[in-house]
T-cell receptor, first 115, second 113 residues
Framework: AQSVTQPDIHITVSEGASLELRCNYS??????LFWYVQSPGQGLQLLLK??????LVQGIKGFEAEFKRSQSSFNLRKPSVHWSDAAEYFC?????????????FGTGTKLQVIP | DVKVTQSSRYLVKRTGEKVFLECVQD?????MFWYRQDPGLGLRLIYF???????EKGDIPEGYSVSREKKERFSLILESASTNQTSMYLC????????????FGPGTRLTVT
């Protein structure tokens, strides 16, 4: 069965500093991978996704993520964090096959940005 | 822009009440989902539907049922609300076929007292 691990429950960074949020997945083949962001009191918004091809994926709001098959990781990065990036971030994995298959979400990483 | 709306942002109900949570999407998506979100547990799938009148159980269907009479609307029903169903409920939709990104509504925070 597929699974996702986000080892950091809470991260605090200074505004302007770089950010890396970790995500490790378990799946037998190349999965579909997603990062979502949830601002306080809001639903989830897709930041970026990986299906195939280039392993470095660019997303919205200046985020990027790198798929590393050898490490079963899909870490999210941003070179310079803004105060508005304070939110909760969810990594998700889904099987790379036809038809509907379930997407599994991680438990989330809450990002705090300090001035 | 895809829009997924949920009927209430906040809801307070009493134990034993029947509760309806409504979700509407405007992008003609075939798939619709109900999740509950709890701190430290992430999102857990309750039910999903891949077509009108079709439904599949997710990971935690106990105590819930769903209804999809029209393509754009997916309802979550708590037959007899209990305090352990106090949670944030998120609705989502996606196009049919293989995995595609899901579009989420703003959520309904349900408190059962």
């Amino acid at each position: 069965a597929q699974s996702v691990t986000q080892p950091d429950i809470h991260i605090t960074v200074s505004e302007g500093a770089s950010l890396e949020l970790r995500c490790n997945y378990s799946y037998g083949a190349t999965p579909y991978l997603f990062w979502y962001v949830q601002s306080p009191g809001q639903g989830l918004q897709l930041l970026l996704k990986y299906f195939s091809g280039d392993t470095l994926v660019q997303g919205i709001k200046g985020f990027e993520a790198e798929f590393k098959r050898s490490q079963s990781s899909f870490n999210l990065r941003k070179p310079s964090v803004h105060w508005s990036d304070a939110a909760e971030y969810f990594c998700a994995v889904g099987p790379n096959s036809g038809g509907y298959q379930k997407v599994t979400f991680g438990t989330g990483t809450k990002l705090q940005v300090i001035p | 822009d895809v829009k997924v709306t949920q009927s209430s942002r906040y809801l307070v109900k009493r134990t034993g009440e029947k509760v309806f949570l409504e979700c509407v999407q405007d992008m003609d998506h075939e798939n619709m989902f109900w999740y509950r979100q709890d701190p430290g547990l992430g999102l857990r799938l309750i039910y999903f539907s891949y077509d009108v009148k079709m439904k599949e159980k997710g990971d935690i269907p106990e105590g819930y049922s769903v209804s999809r009479e029209k393509k754009e609307r997916f309802s979550l029903i708590l037959e007899s609300a209990s305090t352990n169903q106090t949670s944030m409920y998120l609705c989502a939709s996606s196009v049919s076929g293989s995995i595609r990104e899901q579009y989420f509504g703003p959520g309904t925070r349900l408190t059962v007292t």
